[in-house]
């Protein structure tokens, strides 16, 4: 299913909203330099990978930067522009239409475990746009 893998990407357009630019999945490569930026703050231990805990802690991040309203879940309106309707339903488990932390959280872990090609448990820059263009095709 095409709709699963898109998660990640979803996330790190999340995240250039952190920075106050929205974008779609096509322009994260384009517009590397946002991306890098936020994988650097959140690279905690300065290794050049994200591991599961710093890609959670990012994660984290991004979900409650766009709960603006502090609602402790997503809405289609909290995520507009850079997720589908049939995207949030996807990942949405209870089916209620409040992605929670918890939903988002595994949909982009499935994806994290995906884009991890040698399964050492982090991710390079390099994984993460191999994954990003893989998706897109």
């Given at each position: 299913m095409r709709k699963r893998p898109i998660v990640l990407i979803v996330a790190i357009v999340l995240t250039l909203g952190f920075l106050g630019t929205l974008a779609l999945a096509q322009?994260?490569?384009?517009?590397?330099?946002d991306w890098k930026e936020r994988f650097h703050a959140h690279d905690s231990n300065k290794d050049g990978r994200i591991d599961r805990?710093?890609?959670?802690?990012?994660?984290?991040d991004v979900f409650y930067f766009r709960d603006k309203d502090h609602k402790g879940y997503l809405v289609l309106e909290d995520v507009r522009g850079v997720m589908t309707a049939e995207t949030l339903k996807a990942i949405n488990r209870k089916g209620d239409g409040k992605l929670s932390l918890q939903e988002f959280l595994n949909a982009t872990f499935q994806d994290f475990a995906a884009a991890d090609v040698n399964q050492n448990g982090s991710l390079t820059m390099e994984?993460?746009?191999?994954?990003?263009?893989?998706a897109g095709k």
């Open positions: 322009t994260v490569i384009q517009g590397q330099g805990a710093e890609f959670q802690e990012w994660m984290i994984e993460i746009e191999a994954y990003i263009k893989k």
